[in-house]
């Protein structure tokens, strides 16, 4: 359960009315003095117990004592995906710890994407909610939307990975592997459904991204964001 | 596209009417002379050029040359998701080349599960046959179901892991990660949501399983499927 600052009520008391208190009552159906895993939004993490539960809110005694999981330390770039992939990827992000998500256009990225009601502020934060509950987490990510794919490479690409290895994964990367990174710290770019055009691994190698690959087969966005997040984060991050 | 034994009306000539027919003439928009990639089940692949499209059928002059993609000689031991996890599941595992796949029952595993039309022949060839396709690879893979856990552990699990490491991932294994795998060949075994029991646990330690790690945050199945058959597969398999 995601705490935010204004759903206390006293100290160590919160009251929530809204889905949350809808997800405690009728999926997890808890009754009082149950205890739940519980997190303020950006803080730390513990238990809340039900102190009172009736037809309209729940309250929590909270008790918030351990620090939330490390956090994956890599940025993940990836044109943006089409909104139901959209969707997948943020979550995926999110729940593999990332805190810095990039969403850029590319040529293979459909110009109708950028409508997508996926895309509106209410709808990524409860996508981030509901990844950050899923993965006991409390940081909010940061997540950007580049529309120029030029001034995205050239100005915010290369600034922001001056210090640390940066891969853009292209299927003709045939024995480039991530396997050989050894930093905590990794940028990571995910083409569009189709792939990258050639002009853009240019522009990405012209500003400090490494060609690498995934394999030999093509994966789908979502896999290929697994595949990496989690040999990054199961693999490196030791 | 995946051409079956049975489309082939001379020796490289072909002619398909169903759901692939659809895909080539509505989403691809192919006409005469387009070519598409194709390989042929459980053999090689190369291209396909359209020779013929009517409102019924298309016309295929294919020529196989290549053999497909690499396998994932890993095992992957699954306990039975919920049907719209499993249908991901079985499509990423496909996706990353694993060709012997197990679906299990657990004590967390609802009997529910068993009943999803999911699971039908009909369903599972489908979601294969979009795996192979997605993946350029025509090699099926081999799919079991076990309903009696204690049976499937110690006789099909036990026999089948004589020979390569083994790995039941639960989130108390703290320290120990598949990072210290140097083998290309594994076993992975992913818990049901809610994790596995004291009693499976220890019954996998008895049966040939190490226990370890996916990082400290609980990953979703799906994820935890992708993360370690994609850090095996970028990492392992070079």
Known sequence: MLIKPNDFVDENLVEISDFRFEHIKKILKLKISDTIKTGVL??????????????????????????????????????????????????????????????????????????????????????VENALMQSVDTILPEIYFHRLFKNFVEDVFYKKTQKFPCFVFHPTAENLRIFDCNSKKCGFVIGPEGGFTYYEIELFLKNNAKIASLGDRILRVEQAVCSVLGFNYSGNLQ
Chains 1, 2 share one sequence.
């Open 42 to 127: 950006n803080g730390k993490i513990g238990a809340g117990k039900i102190t009172k539960i009736d037809e309209k809110s729940v309250k929590l005694e909270i008790l918030l004592d351990k620090e939330p999981p490390p956090i994956n330390p890599s940025i993940l770039f990836c044109a943006l995906p089409r909104p139901k992939v959209f969707r997948r990827v943020l979550l995926n992000a999110v729940c593999f710890g990332v805190k810095e998500i990039h969403f850029f256009q590319a040529f293979k990225v459909e110009k109708s994407y950028w409508q997508s009601p996926f895309l509106s502020q209410d709808s990524i934060n409860k996508i």
